[in-house]
């Protein structure tokens, strides 16, 4: 089996104190998020992201790889009547927890970056029609606006690093 690009990216770097330099190692390429996004609206099988997503049979099979390796999706077996075994993609609890960033990157394009055909995806609660929002929420379970949160240096910042 070929090498996974993050096997690639992994053992050609050390790897970065940065979170989100961690995340983009995994979630930075193109394609990845989409196939994200469409296994939470309940694609999971192979032919379903292909067909949605009009991505190359290699490319797509390269980052479903990716994401198996980080423990984004597992691969469950499956076999149709007559026809050989196959496998679908799930996300894990980890896949899961991308809905945030998925909500936050959609809320920001709907505001940033809109079209003429308004949104592509509305995100609510399960069972119902209330509409949510992703926010920054503070211990006590306020809201904040971005513009009152700074990010400062954490305990694993590189010495280095601006």
Known sequence: MP???????????????CSIARS??????KWTLLIVRDAGRGRNRFSEFKDNLHVS??????????????GIMERRSYRDDGARERFSYHLTESGQDLHVVLGAINAWGDKHRPSDFG?????????SRTPVTVAFVDASGRSVAPEEVE???GPGSEPTAP
Not at 57 to 70: E, G, Q
């Open 3 to 17: 090498e996974t690009t993050l096997a690639k990216t992994r053992a050609a770097q050390p790897e970065p104190h």
């Open 24 to 29: 983009l190692e995994v979630l930075g390429e």
């Open 57 to 70: 049979s290699d490319i797509l099979a390269d980052r479903l790889s990716t994401l198996v390796d980080a």
């Open 119 to 127: 949104p592509a995806s509305i995100y609510r609660r399960v069972g």
């Open 151 to 153: 990010i400062v240096r």
